[in-house]
């Protein structure tokens, strides 16, 4: 796999891509770039054409950024194309997250200070994670002590097991 610049310029958003962003999504991606730099070439195909990255373009359009990194792929049927178009972004969204573990971690970069914007979480959505709460302080990542917790209730979705502040 090659990763090639290309101009912003150069590159075509394809005329079927179902995908939308927000404004707000599109700011996210762009301090996403900022903080961590390009990090996932927007795919084109032989023409310069998008067939996924179509939110990264644009953040990048936003941060009037020149190049971007971009991955070629040739040799797709337009049906193929299309059909990627839609597979990149729809099997993205199947994934799932394990709960417990990105509680930890959340509270873990709240606890160092990092800028949890950056983490794509909306504060409602970081609330909703800790029921209402903010994220505590925990010992390890991979200990979690219900002492670090107020009022510390929670049952494992996984096995059942009911952990609570008694």
Not at 66 to 78: E, F, K, M, S, Y
Not at 87 to 101: M, P, R, T, V
Request: proline share 5%; aromatic share 6%; glycine share 10%.
């Amino acid at each position: 796999m090659n990763i090639i610049d290309r101009p912003l310029a150069g590159l075509t958003r394809h005329p079927s891509n179902s995908r939308t962003h927000a404004a707000s999504q599109i700011a996210q991606i762009a301090a996403s770039i900022e903080r961590f730099g390009f990090t996932v070439p927007i795919v084109i195909d032989e023409a310069g054409t998008v067939l996924a990255g179509h939110g990264r373009l644009a953040a990048a359009e936003l941060l009037k950024m020149r190049t971007v990194p971009c991955v070629a792929v040739d040799g797709l049927t337009d049906d193929a194309k299309r059909a990627y178009l839609i597979a990149d972004n729809k099997i993205a969204s199947n994934a799932g997250w394990d709960e417990d573990l990105l509680a930890i971690e959340l509270a873990g970069l709240k606890d160092a200070g990092f800028d949890m914007g950056l983490t794509g979480f909306a504060e409602h959505e970081l609330a909703e994670l800790f029921g209402g709460r903010a994220p505590r302080p925990v010992r390890g990542a991979t200990e979690l002590d219900p002492a670090d917790y107020d009022n510390f209730a929670h049952t494992c979705p996984k096995c059942g097991f009911e952990f609570n502040d008694d």
